[in-house]
């Protein structure tokens, strides 16, 4: 498997990558709404109940399903 995003990486930083989407601090994320998390993200690439997956902002690394960054994107 991927190794893990690093959140203190340059690209996770830039994107305001958070391990734990219910620690995202909302002064910085102001578009973050609760329950907002990787598993529900378009860009996730995991299968659905998987602890991590890919996400193609982040090559060759992993993020957690219940990860957050400022690309969301709403799974439809
Ligand atoms: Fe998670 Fe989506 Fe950000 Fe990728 S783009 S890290 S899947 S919230």
Redesign the pocket.
Known sequence: PAPL?DPKSPQAQQ?G?VADASKVDKAKAPKYVAG???SG????QGKVGDAQGP????PGKA?LAK???????ART
Not at 41 to 44: G, K, P, S, W, Y
Not at 67 to 73: D, P, Y
């Open positions: 995003v994107l990558y907002q998390a990787c993200c378009a860009l996730f996400c193609p902002l982040y993020v990860a957050w960054c400022t690309a969301f994107v």
